[in-house]
């Protein structure tokens, strides 16, 4: 089914008529990744976002308590509007759920944090396709050997998605992405997976692997998919967020996002 | 005396042998704005920053108790770096002082957030005189009729700094100050100051007054100075803040802050 407003997904979503991944849905509509901590480490966690703005670029937070994202999607609940949430305890990945309604409590903090699928769109409309759509799947996500610079309890490596590129368009692809800064921007890395702690292209830490093809580069760019890696280190005592892939679904508009 | 670093201006400082406004000192250098709260408001605070980027862009937030900002400029003390502090406590001044060494807690948490002063070198050097600091002045200040975002605790007016400029180079400040989005960036007004709630440009809320010569049109950029402001209203129990124009100089170059 094809929805053409972000509400209709959410709301399909909450009434569980859709659960997968959402690359290509409503293409226009930022996506988003969650990230929801207890209060006591929500200022550690937003000055890790603030230091870490490359893989963790805020779009919102709401105050303890909240679950609508009042400024940039007003009517919608993060408690139920994401297909799939993860839960993790002390570092550890406790179990997944389609919805987080028997979690809430009210000292949780919601981040909002850009995802690279909404530079997607814009790759396209250049004539550069991306792969994982034309496969259908989900994008792949690799932990690096980059650090993320460190702040309070939080500390640990970045994630990164990868899209094969044809080596002519790369050029293309760096300026389409550098114009959304605020969903990850320009690639963090071009070319050679080794060189930032990546061993196989075909064994993606989260989501699909895909086929690169002869005369396609691999390139790479931050994910908000950090912080999962992150809480496997720092060990929060809970942090719930979505599931690799399956994202929140905004009103904001690419477009919102783009620099000029 | 001139200055050549930032860190020979923060020295003379810090030994007591300069304590003026630091507006238009060690060109190059990016000065802030400093606010500095109790660990249970500071994550509010934050939220704050992250919903009203344009007076409070950050540069960078220190975890609880720390006082040199070692990302941006190691070796600095903000408790002895910065010419004067202001000491609020439930919303009321209470006291300027040299130094906040006697205040200093291990629970306190410190903002900088981006000046101003920054974007006056690249005017200056694209022709565009700075009035206050022809006039050996600070720059005027308004608190406006602007409300900030609200967030958690925090609420209250914006406020803006004024500068006189020649209404043919309005567009030119326009296109230059639009590239330091880290300190306020565009102008946030032109023209008219009863529109956003300024009676008397002749009577600033901070700073001092500055003469508008004929052919000159009064423009206004969002200023750091705007969480005193809210202090004042949101009466949290404790913030210190520099002194308007007093400010923090850095270690990062004002074209570090320049998007390209």
Redesign the interface.
């Known amino acids: 089914m094809n929805y053409t407003h972000s509400r209709d997904l959410r709301e399909a979503i909450r009434r569980g008529e859709f659960s997968g991944p959402t690359c290509g849905l409503v293409p226009g509509y930022a996506q988003s990744n969650l990230v929801i901590l207890p209060?006591e480490l929500?200022?550690?966690f937003?000055?890790f976002c603030?230091?870490n703005p490359k893989p963790c670029p805020?779009l919102e937070?709401l105050?303890p308590g909240r679950y609508e994202p009042a400024?940039t999607t007003p009517g919608a609940d993060i408690r139920t509007d994401v297909p799939l949430y993860r839960i993790y305890k002390n570092g550890k990945l406790s179990s997944e759920e389609k919805n987080i309604t028997n979690y809430w409590r009210d000292d949780l903090?919601s981040f909002l944090l850009g995802c690279s699928f909404t530079f997607e769109a814009a790759l396209v409309r250049a004539g550069i396709a991306v792969r994982h759509i034309g496969e259908g799947k989900n994008v792949p996500m690799y932990i690096t050997n980059i650090p993320t610079?460190p702040?309070?309890s939080f500390f640990g490596p970045n994630v990164v998605t990868m899209r094969p590129i044809p080596r002519n368009k790369v050029v293309k692809a760096v300026q389409i992405t550098s114009r959304f800064p605020a969903v990850h921007g320009a690639p963090v890395h071009i070319g050679d997976p080794e060189e930032i702690g990546i061993r196989d292209l075909s064994k993606p830490d989260y989501g699909d692997a895909v086929e690169v093809k002869p005369g396609e580069v691999p390139v790479f760019w931050m994910c908000g998919v950090t912080p999962q890696a992150v809480a496997l280190r720092s060990k929060p005592s809970l942090m719930i967020t979505h599931s690799p892939g399956y994202m929140f679904v905004t009103d904001m508009l690419d477009e919102d996002l783009a620099?000029s």
């Open positions: 209060r929500a200022f550690d937003f000055l603030q230091r805020i937070v105050e400024l903090v610079v702040a309070g620099v």
